[in-house]
Each structure stands twice: as structure tokens, then as C-alpha cells.
């Protein structure tokens, strides 16, 4: 986020724009805590994970009263349109707000679940999946070393791409998502082929799933019970750290396009990357969709597992 917040204030800058700085998302608009950004308020912050200017949820946000207040917050600081970074919840906040003020609003895909329409990859996703496999490698040592099963839990609540993926590139012999019911006989039958290949089984289970890691250990356990398997959830490490190079161009791209965006006159539409070229998709078809998930990536992971 904090390439993203970078490449918005100079590209502005650069157009000639005044920029301001919200502290906290909406809840910062609310409370009118907005400040002025110059081009050394976004100096050596690429590499840095998070973002400088926090995040907060607001429930004032949410009523009539609290975005009526925002927009009066704005108004007096003549700032006449907004660029948010997030994902389902930010656009869906930014969707009414813009409605009820006809207000202009770009939205920027920041979310490491890689789950929003309109865009190839979100900013936050490169970096998150690359965290999870240098994790994974180094519990493979471990399992290697141990003769041991580990199942390793990653976040997507709703969205099994990070599971997915990281299953391939580490070379995961099971890989569980939330959009697919657990079939534990094809489960069993998969680690069963795979015992005498392998000294070492990774299982990776995407949080949103609804067993969950630990219940996923434990029907390992039953079926076999000589098995020493052990349980590794990375939690929220998968959401810090120094961005990737690609989640830096990215953001770099879509925060410059989003600034163009407006100049053009775009308003309501998240800025997205798709085959490479910037594209722009009104906020209610971005928002978080039940599309099944990608079956070659999983077929992948069935062919490349034995």
C-alpha cells in the first residue's frame, strides 16, 4: 500500500494537484484527520510493508450521519474527489459515498486474497505468496529431517487462491480451499500413494475452509495414527514485510492510473491491471465474487503431487 500511497501523491503532484493525506481510511475522513502530502511525504516508504497512513474500520461510516460528515470534512478543505486502497469492504463504503454526494471515487485492489474482479493480481498478493513458500520451504526442512506431516494453515477466508498456488510452488502433496467441500477418502487415498515416495507430506489449508487446520490434522491422525503430523498456521506474518518488486510496479501503475483516472473524469471504478494493461471496473462488479476456483491450478497439484 505504501508504493500505492507513493505513486498517488507524486503522480498528482506531478499533474499539478493538491494532495491530502487521510489517516485511519474513513474513520480518518469522519474525524478530519487530513493533511497535506508533498513529495517528501512519500520519500523512502516503497520498501516499507503496511502503510504510513494506518487503517482502521469506522462504524460512523456506515450511518447516513457519519458520511455526511466526511463529506463536509472534505468540502472544507475544497478536496473534490478520493482514491482508497482495499478490497470488499472499502469499495462497497466507497460505492455508497460516492452515490449519495455524487462524489468521484477510484478505488485501488489491495487485498492479499487476490479476490476482487477486474484485476489480474491485487497489491499485497505477490508479497503474501511469496512469504508463505519461503515459510513452507523451511518446515519442509524440518518435515524432511523429522519424517513428519505437517499441515500448514494460510489465510483466505473466502478465496483459495493463496493456498492454491502456494500448494505449487511448494510442492504440496494436498491442498484444501473453502470453495471446495474436503473429500477426506480422496484425501487419505492421496497421502497413502505418496508414503512411499516422500519422507515429508505438506498439507496446505486455506483458513476460510470449514474445518479449518486443526480438524484437517486430526482426521489425519485417525486415519493414521503412526503418523507424526504436526500443525503450522502462519496467521498474519502472510500480511507484512517488504513488498515484492512485482507488488511494487503494481501498485506503482494502478496509483498512477487512478490519478489519471480522475483527471479523465472516472468515478466509481476500482483501477486493475488485466493482461497486463490498465483497466478500469465499476466498484460493484470488483466486489468480492463466489466464482468457483481456478480447477487447473488444483488439477496441477493433484498431477505434480505423486
Known amino acids: 500500500m505504501n508504493a500505492a500511497i507513493r505513486a498517488v501523491v507524486r503522480s498528482g503532484i506531478y499533474n499539478g494537484l493538491n494532495v491530502f493525506g487521510v489517516s485511519r481510511g474513513y474513520d480518518g475522513i469522519v474525524k478530519g484527520d487530513i493533511s497535506v502530502m508533498e513529495t517528501k511525504s512519500v520519500a523512502n516508504i516503497i520498501q516499507r510493508g503496511g502503510t504510513i497512513l494506518k487503517t482502521a474500520r469506522s462504524e460512523e461510516f456506515k450511518t447516513t450521519e457519519g458520511r455526511k460528515q466526511a463529506y463536509e470534512n472534505l468540502r472544507k478543505l475544497e478536496i473534490d474527489a478520493l482514491i482508497v486502497i482495499g478490497g470488499d469492504g472499502t469499495f462497497t ?75 505449487i510452488s511448494t510442492g504440496a502433496e494436498v491442498v484444501v480451499v473453502p470453495e471446495v467441500k474436503v473429500d477426506y477418502k480422496a484425501v487419505m487415498s492421496r497421502m497413502d500413494q505418496t508414503r512411499k515416495n516422500k519422507s515429508s507430506r505438506i498439507i496446505i489449508v486455506a483458513e476460510g475452509d470449514e474445518d479449518g487446520g486443526m480438524v484437517v490434522a486430526d482426521k489425519i491422525r485417525e486415519h493414521f495414527p503412526h503418523y507424526d503430523v504436526r500443525v503450522s498456521i502462519l496467521g ?40 497486463g494493461e490498465v483497466e478500469y471496473t465499476p466498484f460493484a462488479n470488483a466486489i468480492k465474487h463466489n466464482a468457483r476456483p481456478n480447477d487447473n491450478l488444483m488439477r496441477i497439484v493433484n498431477i505434480l503431487s505423486l
Do not use: W
Not at 486474497?113 to 508479497?127: A, P, Q, R, S
Not at 487512478?258 to 476500482?270: S, Y
Open 93 to 167: 463504503g466507497a460505492s455508497v459515498f460516492a452515490k449519495e454526494f455524487d462524489f468521484p471515487v477510484i478505488g485501488l485492489p489491495g487485498t492479499i486474497d487476490n479476490d476482487l474482479l477486474g484485476t489480474d493480481f491485487t497489491i499485497g498478493y505477490d508479497t503474501a505468496i511469496n512469504t508463505v513458500t519461503e515459510a513452507v520451504d523451511k518446515i519442509r526442512d524440518t518435515a524432511e529431517s523429522h519424517d513428519r506431516v505437517f499441515v500448514i494453515e494460510v489465510m483466505g477466508r473466502d478465496c483459495g487462491l493463496i493456498a492454491m498456488r502456494t500448494g
Open 236 to 275: 498474519h506474518m502472510q500480511r507484512g514485510g517488504s513488498p515484492s518488486c512485482m507488488d511494487r510496479v503494481l501498485a506503482s501503475r494502478l496509483g498512477v492510473a487512478a490519478v489519471e483516472g480522475l483527471l479523465e473524469g472516472r468515478k466509481g471504478v476500482m483501477a486493475g491491471l488485466i493482461h
